[in-house]
């Protein structure tokens, strides 16, 4: 399973952009895909989450009401549209595949594969 993150660039705060994550290789058994975020010095963070089956989403806190994720099941592609940014918004952000059943979005070490990262930055 490959994962391919796209969409990142920069922004002025109050600004949009939309990430990417396409899934190829074997694709066949997706639970939860997810976006999670890393700024400079900082853990990595849960952002937002979706059920695969059935579209049920979560979101961090700091991002409720401004992201949206969703997915489109025939592109086997996942989206993280992002507006109203702030420059606390600036990391560089992952997209994640879990294959097997879990409770939780938002444990990172629970995922299996890892999209390999794409630049936000939000200039304010």
């Known amino acids: 399973v490959q994962l391919q993150a796209s969409g990142g660039g920069l922004a002025q705060a109050g600004g949009s952009l939309r990430l990417s994550c396409a899934v190829s290789g074997h694709t066949f058994s997706i639970h939860t895909m997810g976006w999670f975020r890393q700024a400079p010095g900082k853990d990595r963070e849960f952002v937002a989450g979706i059920r695969w089956s059935f579209g049920t989403t979560s979101y961090s806190d700091s991002v409720k009401g401004r992201f949206t994720i969703s997915r489109d099941s025939p592109k086997n592609t996942i989206y993280l549209q992002m507006n109203s940014l702030k420059a606390e918004d600036t990391a560089v952000y992952f997209c994640?595949?879990?294959?097997?059943?879990?409770?939780?979005?938002?444990?990172?070490?629970?995922?299996?594969?890892w999209g390999q990262g794409t630049q936000v930055t939000v200039s304010s």
């Open positions: 994640a595949l879990r294959q097997a059943s879990m409770f939780t979005f938002r444990q990172a070490s629970l995922y299996d594969y």
